[in-house]
């Protein structure tokens, strides 16, 4: 949860990102990211989901042609709902 929070994007694209995360649907969103197929648990697709972000963000910086602005804000959509789901369910078990 630490490497989230500590992320830093450019402004419009984390804002973009935090709205899209509260329609957030894990079946339809992750299955399109990560394929089709059964589901990791939450811990698992954030650690993948953050990989795959990180490749991305690079892409960015290095101003790559293969750079996807929409691949990137679906990923950080994903990431920001998968981490709300995680940060849902520790809390249900300390309740």
Do not use: W
Request: hydrophobic content about 40%.
């Amino acid at each position: 949860m630490t490497m989230i929070t500590t992320l830093r994007r450019p402004c419009l694209l984390a804002r973009a990102a935090k709205f899209g995360s509260q329609d957030y649907d894990r079946e339809r969103h992750l299955q399109r990211i990560l394929g089709y197929g059964s589901l990791p648990g939450t811990g698992a697709a954030l650690v993948r989901l953050m990989e795959m972000e990180r490749e991305v963000n690079a892409q960015r910086i290095e101003e790559d042609a293969a750079y996807s602005l929409v691949r990137h804000l679906d990923l950080l959509i994903a990431l920001l709902g998968e981490a709300q789901l995680y940060q849902a369910s520790r809390a249900s078990q300390y309740r």
